[in-house]
C-alpha cells in the first residue's frame, strides 16, 4: 500500500501507535531510588521508637528504683509480722502444753489453765514433727520469706533482718525470754536463710 492511499484516519492512527511505542521510558531508577528513601525513612523512625522504648529515661529509672525499694520494705514489714505471729503463736501452744503461766502480760497472775485435751494437743503441736515444732515453723518462717521475695536468694540477708526485728516484737510481747524451743527455731531458721542466700553460688545444692 503506497503512502498516497493511505487517509487521513489511518495516518493518524499510525501516528499515534508510534508515538505509544516511543514514548520516553519511564525513570525506574529514580523511582526505586525514591521508594529506597521513603522505606529508609520510615526504618529510622521506627529504630528512634524502639530506642526510646527500651531506654527509659533518667527520671524513670529512679521512680522504678524507688518502686523496688518501697516493694522490699513492705515485704519486709510482712515477713516482721508473719515472724512475731508465728513465734508467739509457737509460745503459746507450748505455754498451753506445759501448763506455763507466762504466756501473755494479762495471764502474769497465774490464773491461766488448761485443760487436758488441749494439753495433749498442744504437746502434739511443739514435738519434733508437731506443726509447732521447730522443723515445721523454720521451715514456714523460711516459705514466707521465699514467697514474699519471689525465692530470690539475694534478698535472704534483708529479709533475715527482718525476722531478727520480728523475733524481738515477739520477745517483747512475751514479756520476757522465750521458750527453749522458740530459741531453737531461731537458730534454725538463721541456718536455713544461710543455706538459701549460698544457693546462688551453688544453685545444686538441696535443702534439707
Do not use: C
Request: no cysteine; hydrophobic share 35%.
Amino acid at each position: 500500500m503506497s503512502v498516497s492511499g493511505l487517509g487521513s484516519a489511518d495516518v493518524n492512527r499510525i501516528y499515534q501507535g508510534y508515538s505509544a511505542n516511543t514514548a520516553a521510558p519511564v525513570n525506574n531508577e529514580k523511582t526505586e531510588e525514591k521508594k529506597a528513601e521513603e522505606v529508609g525513612a520510615v526504618f529510622e523512625k521506627s529504630n528512634e521508637k524502639i530506642a526510646a522504648a527500651g531506654e527509659p529515661k533518667k527520671a524513670d529509672r529512679s521512680a522504678i528504683i524507688e518502686q523496688m525499694k518501697q516493694d522490699l520494705e513492705q515485704r519486709k514489714q510482712e515477713l516482721m509480722d508473719i515472724v512475731r505471729k508465728t513465734i508467739t503463736g509457737q509460745g503459746k501452744a507450748f505455754s498451753e502444753a506445759t501448763g506455763s503461766d507466762s504466756i501473755w502480760k494479762y495471764l502474769a497472775s497465774g490464773e491461766f489453765t488448761v485443760d487436758e485435751l488441749a494439753k495433749k494437743k498442744a504437746q502434739e503441736d511443739i514435738s519434733e514433727d508437731g506443726y509447732w515444732g521447730v522443723k515445721q515453723t523454720s521451715d514456714r518462717i523460711l516459705d514466707f520469706a521465699k514467697a514474699l521475695s519471689g525465692d530470690d536468694p539475694t534478698k535472704a540477708k534483708e529479709l533475715l533482718d527482718a525476722f531478727d526485728k520480728g523475733y524481738k516484737e515477739a520477745t517483747k510481747e512475751w514479756g520476757k525470754d522465750l521458750p527453749d524451743i522458740s530459741k531453737q527455731t531461731y537458730d534454725a531458721v538463721h541456718q536455713k536463710f544461710d543455706d538459701w542466700a549460698n544457693s546462688v553460688n551453688d544453685p545444686t545444692k538441696v535443702e534439707a
